[in-house]
């Protein structure tokens, strides 16, 4: 049976040299949940999570090292108004 349509699916993105990029759910082919993108070199680069396709919440960056660089906070984007 197919999965269903409403059911977020997991996304990998990979380097060129195979290795992972990025990885979280997707909804379609919409970012949904928690997502981490990593560098060649296996650290994690970023993290945070998404609502339908949009950036929300705390949004964590990481040195080489692994250690939190920042911390950013993602505000809701307002809706563009006619006029």
């Not at 269903?4 to 759910?25: C, M, N, Q, W, Y």
Request: net charge positive; aromatic share 10%.
């Amino acid at each position: 049976m197919p999965p269903r349509e409403d059911t977020p699916k997991e996304h990998v993105e990979l380097h060129r040299d195979g290795s992972i990029r990025a990885r979280g759910p997707i909804l379609g082919d919409v970012p949904t949940g928690y997502w981490e993108w990593f560098r060649l070199d296996g650290t994690r680069l970023r993290s945070g999570s998404f609502e339908a396709g949009e950036q929300v919440g705390e949004w964590t960056t990481y040195d080489r090292r692994g250690e939190v660089y920042k911390v950013t906070l993602m505000k809701p984007k307002k809706p563009r108004t006619m006029g």
